[in-house]
């Protein structure tokens, strides 16, 4: 006697494999998205982050004057933030930090280095400063400027 069966259909081992390799596929699609969203998103938060900085680097050009700072620095590196701007008694108005752009302000995570004169940038009569802000989580973006004589 022989046992002749012909299987039709799935086995139970390719059906758990069928589901296993289709849910792994679906994880990293579905993974890759989160990312490309994030990173898109990030790179628009970057642009807006970019006009405000170029907004705040114009202003203090333009409504300072070289020997002003000079003097308020006193020879010293600054770092200016929202929370110390009114108590270091800036020579420019501390509305820096109410930019507001695409219903976003980014007064607390926006910070200016005026950084420490040296022989150079005496001698050229320069104050080198950088504003720096954290335009999305733990990504930061630099702008430089100078403001001169």
Not at 9 to 30: D, H, K, N
Not at 51 to 65: A, F, H, K, P, Y
Not at 89 to 105: L, R
Request: overall charge negative.
């Amino acid at each position: 006697m022989q046992n002749n069966i012909r299987h039709k259909g799935f086995t139970v081992l390719e059906a758990v494999a069928s589901i296993f390799i289709i849910s792994l596929v679906l994880t990293t699609v579905v993974t890759i998205i989160i990312n490309v969203r994030n990173q898109t998103e990030a790179t628009n938060q970057r642009i807006l982050a970019t006009q405000v900085g170029s907004m705040i680097r114009d202003d203090l050009i333009n409504n300072s004057t070289y020997a002003d700072v000079l003097i308020w620095m006193n020879g010293e590196q600054v770092i200016l933030t929202n929370d110390n701007c009114t108590v270091l008694s800036t020579p420019f108005s501390c509305d820096i930090f109410t930019y507001e752009i695409d219903n976003k302000v980014y007064d607390d995570s926006l910070s200016i280095v005026f950084l420490a004169p040296t022989v150079e940038s005496i001698q050229y009569q320069v104050i080198h400063f950088e504003i720096v802000i954290e335009y999305y989580p733990n990504r930061f973006l630099t702008l430089e400027g100078i403001i001169y004589e």
